[in-house]
């Protein structure tokens, strides 16, 4: 993985918004978020061909850097990134392996009709879920086309080894991946793109995409890339290379 | 020609016992609602895919038929159907008692219904839901404005009446179009979900105003003309063709377009086919118009209710249908290829519905059932005497 840390670096106020997130802050958590600087857009580059399907680094980091909990119940189970299959129908190609998380979409349909504005874009692009202010209603999951969404049907607590500077799951509420966005304003690359890295199958590339000389910059100029169901027209920042 | 308006004799036991009864089922949809809130909707059948479940269909049933029990009230003040303007405090009553229930049990199926006024103090107006908010809200008050002035106020009553008209159409092209701007699912997302909404509302508001109309005047002993209800059953008779219409052009032109071959093979054939097939037509259309139809049958009172009833039945497995087939089947993130995951991608959903939700969904309507006998005992609702105006006969008859 890289990230542009120079560009992190000009990201202004938005540490301001990581401890915005944290537990205990309220409703103001969406209005400090969204200040964070326009001059980024965050995005990620996924290439498929290097992503093998025995591997969950990226999903176990995700679970353990957000607290995300799996109640044993397959139905009600919450993903914020999950690894799915596709086989072609005709078989012409073979089988595919790729994780699967929010798009962090340009025009988020989630967004469009979360009737409390909770579901919120902020100016650096990272789409996120302001907790205490979901009602719960669930209309965002019904909107969503990547069912990137769940809600969080059971009361949850820190597990043992949970990480203390992420809140817990809010029961009632509806939650999805936030490009780790605490580790982000701190300089870092999310936990999956990381746990990626460490597993040595460099997979998934993490930057900004308004800055030219960043590597997710060049690789999208360089290498054809994918989104999914393009068109929609919700124009997913999640690319992806070799589907 | 309209007689005395009256208030229905309270004491009678079986009014009491009703209320009792209703009020049992309040009790009973409070403690679900409690249990639901500790522990989670984990304990409903609702999840991760089918997130709307029973008391969505409950709530939005209720919504749509509220819009219709209106007709009863737009006919006699905008269609100038003089047989029924004595109906028209019943009607505007009756939309609102079946608005607050049906909004009640959306509110309590909120996953964090404690917030609800943020959800008053934030509006997020590219919401389809904070727009139906302010509808529901509008058509509350100029139902009960529109009551008023039926009350004390006569001279403004066809003012207030076609607005409330007006409001009634866009309120429910509002809830229609909750589903129909969903650009996501295939089974939604149409321009004519609003529409066929529309029609479904004029269909099941007619449907309980009927069934309710008969079930008062018999149970209070008050006299009503049958001729009423069977001019009642002409209406119902075409609103329900009039869902059938738009139900064949939404699939002719779902069928047209190849990209719509497999969802909407699925819905006629798949898993979920008993639920079109079995609810929405036959039970929700061709039995009651084959009853309704019938020169026997729909020439009785009580075929009439049958017809109606049925007809309500219908509009739940319409909202059921839309609502639970519309989840179920699988996003198409990867077109042509087989999809696989831990979290269920490329499968089609279940969903059984588990007590609190049925017990919730009951609550609603039992809150409807409470303000409606409230209104009949307290408010003068309901003539007397309902017979029609001199010289009026029933157009047509099968
Ligand atoms: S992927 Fe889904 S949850 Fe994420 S921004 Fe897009 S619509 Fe919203
Ligand atoms: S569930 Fe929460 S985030 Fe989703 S639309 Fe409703 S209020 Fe917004």
């Given amino acids: 993985m890289t990230m542009d840390r120079r560009s992190v670096l000009g990201l202004g106020g938005a540490v301001a918004a990581g401890v915005a997130l944290a537990p205990g802050v309220h409703l103001i958590a969406a209005t400090q978020t969204t200040e964070a600087s326009g001059s980024s857009r965050w995005a990620m580059l996924i290439d498929v061909n290097k992503c093998s399907s025995d591997c969950n680094a990226c999903t176990d980091a995700c679970r353990k850097e957000n607290n995300v909990p799996l109640f044993g119940d397959p139905d009600r189970d919450i993903h914020w990134i999950r690894k799915i299959e596709i086989r072609d129908k005709e078989g012409r190609r073979p089988t595919v392996s790729l994780p699967v998380l929010c798009n962090h979409c340009e025009n988020p349909p989630c967004v469009h009709v979360c009737p409390t504005a909770a579901s919120f874009v902020r100016k650096d692009g990272i789409v996120l879920v302001d907790k205490h202010r979901c009602i719960g209603c669930r209309y965002c999951m019904i909107a969503c086309p990547y069912k990137a969404r769940s809600l969080v049907y059971f009361p949850t607590e820190l597990p043992a080894d949970g990480n203390p500077d992420v809140p817990i799951r809010g029961k009632g509420v509806v939650e999805k991946c936030t490009f780790c966005v605490h580790r982000v304003d701190a300089g870092l690359a999310p936990a999956c793109v990381e746990a990626c890295d460490k597993a040595s199958e460099g997979a998934m590339l993490f930057g900004d995409l308004n800055d030219p000389t960043s590597e997710i910059s060049k690789r999208v100029r360089e290498v054809a890339t994918k989104a999914i169901r393009e068109d929609l027209g919700l124009k997913p920042h999640v690319h992806y290379q070799g589907l | ?398």
């Avoid at chain 2, 939604?188 to 029609?199: M, V």
């Avoid at chain 2, 609810?279 to 061709?286: D, F, P």
């Avoid at chain 2, 017809?307 to 309500?312: K, R, T």
């Avoid at chain 2, 909202?319 to 996003?331: D, E, K, R, T």
């Fill in chain 2, 1 to 398: 020609m309209i007689s005395e308006f009256t208030t229905v004799e309270g004491r009678l036991p079986a009014f009491y016992t009703l209320l009792i009864i209703l009020g049992g089922f309040v009790g009973m949809a409070a403690a679900a609602f409690f249990y639901v809130e500790i522990y989670g909707h984990g304990v409903t059948g609702m999840n991760n895919k089918v997130v709307w479940g029973l008391p969505h269909i409950f709530a939005i049933a209720m919504l749509v038929m509220a819009s219709g029990a209106l007709n009863l009230g737009s006919m006699s003040t905008i269609f100038a159907a003089k047989q029924f303007k004595q109906f028209g405090r019943f009607s505007a009553y009756l939309a609102v008692a079946l608005l607050i229930g049906g909004l009640a049990v959306l509110l309590f199926d909120l996953g964090r219904p404690d917030r609800m006024l943020l959800a008053m103090m934030y509006y997020n107006f590219s919401s389809m839901f904070s727009w139906n908010v302010i509808l529901y809200t509008g058509f509350m008050m100029l139902c009960l404005l529109y009551l008023w002035t039926m009350f004390e106020a006569q001279k403004y009553t066809k003012v207030v009446g076609s607005a409330a008209f007006f409001w009634r159409l866009v309120l429910t092209t509002g809830t229609g179009s909750i589903f129909g701007v969903i650009h996501a699912r295939e089974v939604f997302h149409s321009a004519i979900t609003g529409p066929t909404f529309i029609a479904v509302s004029l269909s099941s508001g007619t449907a309980v105003s009927i069934l309710l109309l008969v079930a008062t005047y018999k149970a209070a002993g008050l006299e009503m003309d049958k001729k009423l209800v069977f001019g009642l059953r002409n209406a119902l008779i075409f609103f329900l063709l009039l869902v059938l219409y738009f139900l064949f052009v939404e699939k002719f032109v779902k069928f047209y377009s190849p990209a719509f071959y497999d969802v909407e093979t699925w819905i006629l054939t798949g898993p979920l086919a008993w639920l079109y097939w079995g609810g929405v037509i036959l039970a929700g259309i061709v039995a009651p118009l084959g009853i309704l139809f019938n020169s026997t049958l729909g020439n009785t009172v009580k075929g009439v209710m049958w017809g109606s009833a049925l007809a309500v039945i219908g509009e739940f497995a319409f909202v059921a249908h839309v609502l639970i087939a519309g989840q179920s089947y699988p996003f198409n993130m990867f077109p042509g290829y087989e999809v696989s995951s831990v979290f269920q991608d490329g499968m089609a959903a279940t969903y059984s519905p588990t007590l609190p939700e049925l017990v919730l969904g009951l609550g609603g309507v039992a809150i409807a059932g409470l303000i409606y006998l409230l209104g009949i005992r307290f408010l003068r609702l309901l003539p007397e005497k309902a017979v029609v105006p001199k010289g009026w006969d029933v157009p047509w008859n099968p």
